[in-house]
């Protein structure tokens, strides 16, 4: 294989057996740099004709990559490609060495560094990963392994549902066209087809039997014996079977469109034979989509439409207590998970929240929440009670009790299909991981055969007195804090409550007024809080075998999976798939961890730990100039087994995909220390040449068991000392005004500059009279961009006026760089014209006079007259009739003068506004 061709796991095994050589070898004996990766490994399958190669398959993990431009806060720069095939360096060698030379002598004038920081999940987002992640924290950490086991985009769209048998088969519940699969010794066969029904649902029967929940104009529920469907019972009425728990010979359904909860009793032993069929709950929404259980065996049931969390508590003879958990703040409760202390996760699926991209992602450090379990605890009653108490309802509201008299509603109420892009309906039920193989149960206690045990009636008074003390402390807590005590959810505009809508009307179904979808936490004692928000739908939770609190949560529509840390208050994107949905997340049975998707429809497998490697690849960053590169700070956590090379390249052009850049350099590598605190920065070379773009790479090395951590990456780097600009210099007379008065002799002269090292300037202005080479000094060490030339200190004549910007305050003397521009020709004329051989004759009561008026350097601009007054003045046109040169004629006519003596009053200005005054004393007869 050409090596330019190299998969991204071939080019993490050498970082790994380099790793493990450097071990033992002195740090000088590290060899060449890793082979790049091919613009095919970096498109991934999204940007390909062809899928992305994988362990086992076509169906790959995303390559995850952001642009950013780069700025003072956020030193990123666009780059259409992050990494490059071009592995050997040659043309730009020469080019880098007459760089270096040109450069050298100025290099080591830098005296203020500049550094590139990544610490936030926004400076780390617009980089590219490989089997990487990056959490909301700013950790770049190793990503979960994915082993896909069948793609199915030739025999499905989309997977529904999932189920694991014992022999270790997998059926899974496809569509558009309602089919079901097998997978078997790698291999997926149709087993039966579902012409105009769809399977949402999957279980087993107590006698290990599958059984089947076919949605249909009359749904059923079917088991499958020898290949074949064969029906249970019929559910006249419903339309939908969104959701199944069987636990024993009972299976409980959420269903549609007319929201209801039932309880299916399949005992053969049962009365009569049949399965007996009872209404648990009668909601006022159209759709009951997902359903979770607590180890009391209470039912928790999600709605479409208002968003709500049912609780019901099941007592004798099926006589159920109906109680209204949460009223989310979006629209539609995708998946519940119950722990096994009773904790309830709920999970929004709102279609119009899912838009492409996340929400904003961390910038700035916040800081690390830290656990406080022995804090926590004192909050907490000393026993919780085995059921919650809940206060009365409202005798108003009316929400809280099912509604019996519910309306039909028609079909056009049901959620759209998974199929139709905008899975909003399809969550398949929230099932424990420990919970015993057959049970779509949170860890039911008893055994599948068991019946559950109801709880106490009502809670003693020593209970009641507890969770009064809860609330109590809490409530003196906000008052102290100025925190109200309701979290994100509980306040909001009050919204029209859904009503069963007439064929000719549309339910009122208000939007929350949050972007993005969440995760609700619900405490045993009630208690909400809202432990993740993201711009996807949210359509299965899981416990994570990682730790105990911790979430993976399967999303749409851009087929994320994220692990949700509640505690710690980290969230993580551990895969982000091609496909555009994750409808399916539940365990095979090994316990293994299974992930069906749908649009294109595959199935994959979760290791429960990492993979051995993984590349980071940093975005593109711009230094504006050719610059000197310092060290590599890189904050990390390396634990035994786990390691971090890094390596960086240089080029003068943005993208490395459209010219050559330098080859990646000499891999630095950071391992396990026992002597260096992962809380201090351990520094590296950068090796690669003086350039103005930087790019550096980290390949992460582990084990399944552990990953090292990533926790800030800093460049430090310099500019060498670059020669200020000035880009413009004007000699300007202020504008003359109307009076008579002589104009101003000032000039103003004022320059624009600018230094790329962001130096401060001073600058020097001179003046040099035309016909010398002699520049005289006009002012020395200006800080400002401007100056007021008193010109009646110089001879009148045409100059020239130069400024001389300097960047010495921000640098020794011997350092310092120029720039010099000077102005076009400048005229000084601060002497009037003169009007001479003046003659004035008379003839009758006419008076003619001529004049010759004359400049030494300006035009003539004007020549006007009075007769026996200076406030009325008369223009007049030289004989010519055109003002255009230093020397003009006159020739005036004033009539109807009367006779006696009379004073006439010549007023002659040149263009620069010096005038002159001559009057003439005569007599006309």
């Not at 290949?227 to 728990?245: A, N, Q």
């Not at 956590?637 to 080859?663: C, F, H, K, L, M």
């Not at 003086?690 to 090292?708: H, I, N, S």
């Not at 300006?858 to 255009?884: C, H, K, M, N």
């Amino acid at each position: 294989m050409n090596p330019s061709q190299a998969s991204p796991y071939k080019t993490t095994a050498v970082s790994l057996e380099r790793f493990l050589r450097l071990r033992n070898e002195p740090r000088a004996s590290a060899s060449g740099p890793l082979p790049a990766l091919t613009s095919r490994d970096r498109q991934g399958a999204g940007n390909s004709d062809e899928p992305r190669a994988s362990a086992s398959g076509p169906i790959g993990v995303k390559s995850s990559r952001a642009n950013a431009q780069c700025s003072s806060k956020n030193p990123h720069t666009k780059s259409a490609n992050a990494l490059t095939r071009h592995d050997i360096y040659k043309h730009a060698a020469p080019c880098f060495a007459l760089v270096w030379l040109m450069a050298s002598a100025s290099i080591a004038l830098a005296i203020q560094p500049a550094q590139w920081t990544h610490t936030t999940e926004a400076d780390f987002a617009a980089g590219l990963t490989e089997d990487t992640v990056v959490t909301n924290l700013g950790d770049v950490k190793l990503a979960m392994h994915t082993h896909v086991v069948a793609d199915l985009s030739e025999q499905a769209g989309v997977v529904h549902d999932v189920q694991a048998t014992r022999s270790g088969d997998l059926y899974l519940a496809v569509g558009p066209e309602g089919a079901l699969l097998r997978q078997r010794d790698d291999q997926v066969d149709q087993v039966l087809e579902f012409p105009g029904e769809q399977v949402f649902a999957l279980d087993l029967t107590t006698d290990g039997k599958l059984l089947v929940a076919v949605s249909a104009p009359t749904s059923r529920l079917a088991v499958l014996e020898n290949g074949e469907s064969k029906t249970l019972v019929e559910l006249e009425g419903v339309r939908y079977i969104w959701d199944m728990i069987v636990d024993g010979h009972d299976a409980y359904l959420a269903t549609g469109t007319e929201g209801k909860l039932l309880h299916v009793n399949l005992d053969p032993k049962a009365k009569d034979g049949q399965p007996q069929i009872t209404e648990l709950l009668d909601a006022k929404q159209n759709n009951l989509l997902c359903l979770a259980r607590d180890q009391q065996g209470r039912l928790y049931a999600g709605s479409d439409s208002d968003g709500l969390v049912y609780r019901v508590t099941l007592k004798g003879n099926d006589q159920p207590e109906v109680f209204v958990l949460y009223d989310a703040a979006e629209p539609e409760i995708g998946a519940l998970l119950v722990l096994d202390d009773g904790t309830v996760y709920a999970g929004t699926a709102d279609a119009e929240q899912a838009h492409p991209g996340r929400l904003d992602e961390a910038d700035s450090e916040a800081g690390r929440p830290e656990e406080t379990a022995k804090a926590d605890a004192a909050d907490q009653p000393a026993e919780v009670p085995g059921t919650t108490p809940k206060p009365d309802p409202m005798p108003s509201d009316p929400d809280n009790q099912p509604d019996t008299d519910k309306a039909q509603s028609s079909t056009n109420n049901s959620p759209t299909p998974l199929a139709l892009i905008t899975p909003r309906a399809t969550t398949t039920n929230s099932a424990h991981l420990t919970a015993p193989l057959g049970t779509r149960t949170s860890s039911l206690a008893a055994s599948s055969d068991a019946a559950p045990q109801p709880p106490s009636d009502a809670p003693t008074p020593a209970q009641w007195d507890r969770v009064r003390e809860v609330i109590r402390k809490r409530l003196d807590k906000a008052r102290r804090s100025g925190t109200p005590l309701a979290t994100n959810g509980s306040k909001r505009l009050k919204r029209q409550r859904f009503k069963a809508a007439s064929n000719n009307e549309q339910a009122d179904t208000t939007r929350s007024s949050s972007e993005g979808n969440a995760i609700y936490k619900i405490t045993p004692d009630g208690f909400v809080a809202e432990v993740f928000r993201e711009s996807v739908m949210i359509l299965k939770l899981l416990e994570d075998p990682a730790g105990p609190g911790k979430l993976l949560v399967a999303t749409g529509n851009e087929g994320q999976l994220f692990r949700v840390d509640p505690a710690a208050g980290e969230t993580t994107i551990l895969i982000d798939l091609e496909p555009q949905q994750v409808p399916v997340l539940t365990t095979d049975h090994a316990g293994r961890m299974i992930v069906a998707t749908a649009n294109p429809a595959a199935l994959l497998r979760l290791a429960a730990g990492y993979t051995e490697n993984g590349l980071f690849t940093g975005p593109v960053l711009d230094a504006q100039q050719i610059s000197l590169w310092g060290k590599i700070d890189l904050t990390a956590t390396t634990d035994a087994g786990t390691a971090v090379t890094v390596e960086t390249r240089s080029g003068n052009v943005e993208d490395p995909d459209q010219a050559a850049w330098t080859p990646w350099s000499t891999a630095g590598v950071l391992e396990a220390d026992p002597d260096s605190s992962p809380l201090a920065p351990r520094q590296l070379t950068v090796e690669s040449p003086p350039a103005r773009f930087l790019q550096y790479r980290l390949a992460l090395v582990g084990d399944a068991d552990a990953t090292p951590v990533v926790d800030r990456v800093q460049i430090t780097y310099v500019v060498p000392n670059l020669k200020p600009a000035i880009t413009s210099i004007q000699a300007i007379y202020p504008n003359p005004d109307d009076s008579d008065d002589q104009p101003a002799p000032s000039l103003n002269i004022e320059w624009e500059a600018t230094d790329p090292n962001g130096d401060d300037l001073i600058y020097d202005l001179e003046y040099q009279p035309a016909g010398s080479v002699k520049w005289l000094t006009l002012a020395e060490s200006l800080d400002e961009t401007s100056f007021e030339w008193d010109t009646r200190r110089v001879p009148d004549g045409r100059y020239t006026v130069r400024v001389t910007a300097s960047d010495a305050p921000d640098n020794p003397a011997d350092m310092a760089r120029t720039a010099v521009r000077r102005t076009d020709p400048v005229l000084i004329d601060n002497t009037p014209p003169t009007i001479d051989r003046i003659e004035h004759h008379a003839q009758g009561r006419t008076l003619r006079i001529t004049a010759q008026v004359r400049d030494a350097l300006s035009p003539i601009g004007a020549l006007s007259y009075a007769v026996d007054s200076t406030d009325q003045w008369e223009p007049a046109l030289p004989e010519d009739l055109i003002y255009d040169s230093t020397q003009e004629a006159f020739s005036i006519s004033i009539v109807d003068l009367a006779p006696g003596p009379h004073v006439v009053t010549l007023r002659a200005s040149d263009s620069r506004g010096n005038a002159r005054y001559e009057a003439i004393l005569l007599e006309m007869n």
